[in-house]
Nanobody
Framework: QVQLVESGGGLVQAGDSLRLSCVASGRTFSDYDRAWFRQAPGKEREFVARINWSGSTTAYADSVKGRFTISRGNSKNTVFLQMNALNVEDTAVYYC????????????WGQGTQVTVSA
């Protein structure tokens, strides 16, 4: 069974840092692009960051550029999101996603982890 499991969310103050992790299991994910999305209350899910299957290319939403960093672990099944200088607008449920490198759509999703930033 293919699973993506996020962890690392929590309640922090503005200016703090958090590191989210996403562990994939059930198949080999070395040829999968990986990404993070988030959904704030009352808003649609939005793209946060992605990294390609080899780890050579990354992309970020303008709202997090310079503050967040996506990376892959040595096992290739794990992806991280380092979040620095958090602000209240970063409060959301963060979702990990995956897609095979030939596809356009992220079709594998985790259950999400809550990040809450207080002022």
């Amino acid at each position: 069974q293919v699973q993506l499991v996020e962890s690392g969310g929590g309640l922090v103050q503005a200016g703090d840092s958090l590191r989210l992790s996403c562990v994939a299991s059930g198949r080999t994910f070395s040829d999968y692009d990986r990404a993070w999305f988030r959904q704030a209350p009352g808003k649609e899910r939005e793209f946060v960051a992605r990294i390609n299957w080899s780890g050579s290319t990354t992309a970020y939403a303008d709202s997090v550029k310079g503050r967040f960093t996506i990376s892959r672990g040595n096992s290739k099944n794990t992806v991280f999101l380092q979040m620095n200088a958090l602000n209240v607008e970063d409060t959301a449920v963060y979702y990990c996603a995956a897609r095979r490198r030939a596809l356009d759509i992220f079709d594998l999703w985790g259950q999400g982890t809550q990040v809450t930033v207080s002022a």
